[in-house]
């Protein structure tokens, strides 16, 4: 057990956003390898953040997605705790986690290896400062949703089904975590979220959610989207990676959006923690590129 005295520096970073107050705010712990679960686990849940990563030491036999090859000296297997949980995958914190390593080594190309598998994030830094971070996700997939599934998640976010938009069928998408995709119809509709935390939770559980991703498109590359999340103590995410690259898989595969395509998440207005999110998707790729910025709070 690890020492209250000996424990790991734990930086604070906000991914997805250039202001500290803005974006989704993540734990980032750079040498985890003296932590247990569940010192982890204390971190995320003493934090109070949608989730944080641990690092926690470099990777053994770690292979590399096709054509993307692992930096020497910069492969790290990473870990993603909420505060009631650990998660498979979760792009923000891999934002944070890449600017914060970023600051220390100098931009360039990291490897991370996690659950979901393999994940590459270039980073690199702009003239006015600002450092980026683009992640590339596992191979996304699409799956069909129960109807009677989908009649209980209505159920616990309070929405009729006829605020939905019949050009995006609710489907489940994943890229390295599982999110209930549903389109709404109006923006008025998206920024009217008061759901049953508990009914929503234990349906997430049933079908292994991370997230439910709220969208609502505003032009043909345009979404603002929400991201409930109480399957990890959370009542909402305020800027969701790992759901923004699942949503890309998703329009893609469901022809909403052209093979070769950059969409703008924006997240968070709702919540006065305004970020943005660019994915980019490209033909004969079947992976999704999640980006945005990050910078260190406090």
């Given amino acids: ?162 605020d939905l938009d019949p050009a995006f069928p609710p489907r489940i998408a994943y890229a390295g975590a599982r999110h209930l995709v549903l389109a709404a119809a109006t923006r008025a509709r998206l920024a009217d979220l008061a759901y049953d935390f508990a009914r929503l939770e234990a349906l997430m559980h049933r079908l292994d959610l991370t997230t439910v991703q709220l969208v609502w498109r505003e032009s043909p590359t345009l979404f603002h989207v929400r991201d409930p999340f109480p399957v990890g103590g959370v009542v909402e995410d305020p800027a969701t990676g790992a759901a923004a690259a699942a949503f890309g898989g998703y329009a893609r595969e469901l022809g909403l959006v052209p093979e070769d395509a950059v969409l703008t998440l924006r997240q968070g207005e709702d919540l006065g923690r305004p970020g943005e999110l660019t994915v980019a998707l490209r033909a004969g790729d079947p992976r999704v590129r999640v980006s945005g910025a990050g910078v260190r709070i406090g």
């Fill in 1 to 162: 057990m690890t020492t209250t005295a000996s424990r790991p520096e734990v930086l604070r970073y906000t991914a997805f956003s250039t202001d500290p107050a803005g974006g989704n705010p993540a734990g980032v712990v750079l040498d985890a390898r003296a932590l247990d679960d569940g010192e982890m686990l204390a971190v995320a849940a003493d934090l109070g953040y949608s989730e944080s990563a641990f690092l926690t030491g470099p990777p053994e036999g770690l292979d590399a997605p096709e054509g993307l090859d692992g930096p020497e000296g910069r492969t790290y297997r990473i870990r993603y705790f909420s505060p009631k949980a650990e998660v498979p995958f979760c792009g923000h914190a891999t934002v944070a986690a890449a600017v914060a390593l970023a600051e220390r080594l100098g931009p360039g190309p990291l490897l991370f290896a996690t659950q979901a598998g393999p994940v590459p994030v270039d980073v690199t830094a702009e003239d006015d400062g600002t450092v980026r971070a683009t992640l590339t996700s596992v191979e996304p997939y699409v799956e069909e949703v129960a109807d009677a599934d989908l009649a209980e998640a209505l159920a616990a976010l309070d929405w009729p089904a006829a």
